[in-house]
């Protein structure tokens, strides 16, 4: 927001610039082209200086001096002195062929009154006159033209300011009737204020509502061909029993399983959708080492019916402000996805170790591994990669356990590890004194 308000402060102030500029210039101009305007105001103000000269030394009573320099000021240019005495007589002869320019009647100090007239003559083509003077050119110059800069600095600010915003509004209405690969970024140009700010954060926004839309219909699109199996050997099972009542026994097995694998698939979608929109459980205070600990005893007993190991390297305690029920779903997720991909004889092991920054769960199986373009992959819904995942497989399990871990403000990620297998790391940061997840980019 700065930027654009140093934006407004420069605006208006050269909008004040361009006019005191542009009223000084019509001031000069005026000045400039029209000077016997100007001359006529200083000559009126001061009049003739030989004039000045003549009734300074009549109002001292030195009427003999005037009389004796009015023939030296009339060898001069310019004006002719013309003085009257108090009978009517002229004190030296004055020229013919003069026009009256000024008079002024001045009284000495013995109560004579004298009549100083000054006159030019007819021939001379100065630029004074005995007339009066030109008009200046009317004040309307000066203010039409400030006022044309100050619409045209007006109307280029109005511009610059309405313009992105028209183009969010034309964008918000698109996005309104579902085109959400709308952008906005390269049509703010070589801006850097906040409108510019503006329209990366609405492009943000439409390529996170694409994501999300596409996420959505991919998974409606799954959740309906994970369904269709189950549904479908029901169905199978159904018509079995219809065609002779007898199978009823060997059928109901089948039934229930296929029931407690639709419970299970809708279980795990309702979780999914509930961390999607980000429903908050109820936060409880727990040992992270003691809740993978109870989960690793458990896979223990799993392992061995697999022929595999598992091993469990951890520091003393981590004590965390969380969602208990997610994060023992997410590690059990995970470290049950090892169990059933790793190799007969081999061992799962799991390593949690403490840092400054957060705890850090290492679970490293030794299966086939994945392809390494696929590592992100495998953390999406319904995602499958391998062939070993069996029937109870719904390629959920890691999906949960990435949307788990991410509302705790941590991360997870696959890597090949040396040697063979796959190993998942799942980072969770410290908290702050007030229960809140500290930022990983903090």
Not at 98 to 109: A, Y
């Amino acid at each position: 927001m700065r930027q654009l308000f140093v934006k407004f402060i420069l605006a208006f102030w050269l909008a004040f610039v361009a006019i005191s500029a542009t009223v000084t210039g019509a001031a000069w101009l005026i000045r400039a082209h029209n000077p016997q305007w100007a001359e006529f105001q200083r000559r009126d103000r001061e009049g003739p200086p030989p004039m000045r000269l003549v009734v300074s030394l009549l109002r001292q009573g030195n009427t003999d001096t005037v009389r004796q320099i009015l023939p030296l000021l009339r060898s001069d240019p310019g004006p002719i002195l013309r003085v009257v005495d108090p009978q009517g007589h002229e004190l030296t002869p004055v020229p013919a062929n003069t026009r009256i320019e000024r008079s002024e009647t001045v009284v000495t100090p013995d109560g004579s009154r004298y009549l100083v007239v000054s006159l030019r003559r007819n021939d001379d083509k100065g630029t004074f006159h005995a007339g009066p003077p030109p008009s200046p050119p009317s004040l309307w110059l000066p203010i039409s033209v400030a006022i044309l800069v100050s619409l045209g600095f007006s109307a280029w600010l109005a511009w610059y300011m309405v313009r992105p915003v028209r183009t969010m509004r034309i964008a918000l209405r698109a996005l309104a009737h579902g085109n959400f690969d709308t952008r906005i970024g390269a049509r703010m140009g070589g801006r850097r204020d906040a409108l510019a700010d503006l329209g990366r954060d609405f492009d943000r926004t439409a390529q996170r509502l694409q994501q999300q839309i596409g996420a959505q219909q991919r998974l409606l699109h799954d959740v309906s061909h994970e369904l269709r199996s189950p549904l479908a050997r029901l169905e199978a099972a159904i018509g079995l029993i219809r065609q002779n009542p007898d199978n009823i026994d060997s059928s109901l097995p089948r039934i229930e399983r296929e029931c407690q694998r639709l419970d299970t698939l809708v279980g795990e979608v309702l979780t999914l959708s509930r961390l999607e929109s980000g429903v908050q459980a109820t936060l409880q205070t727990v040992d992270l080492i003691e809740l993978l600990d109870m989960i690793v005893e458990d896979a223990g007993f799993e392992a061995q019916m697999l022929g595999c190991t598992v091993s469990f390297n951890h520091c003393d305690h981590y004590v965390l402000n969380c969602q208990a029920e997610l994060l023992h779903r997410s590690f059990e997720n995970v470290i049950r996805n090892a169990l059933r991909y790793t190799d007969k004889g081999s061992e799962v092991a799991i390593v949690a170790s403490a840092e400054e920054n957060g705890l850090h769960v290492s679970i490293r199986d030794h299966g086939p591994g994945v392809p390494e373009e696929a590592l992100d992959v495998i953390f999406e819904p319904f995602k499958r990669v391998g062939t070993r995942s069996g029937p109870d497989g719904h390629g959920l399990g890691l999906a949960i356990a990435r949307r788990a871990v991410a509302s705790h403000g941590g991360r997870i990620w696959a890597e090949l590890a040396e040697g063979g297998g796959l190993r998942v790391v799942i980072f969770l940061p410290r908290q702050s004194t007030d229960g809140k997840t500290i930022p990983l980019d903090s």
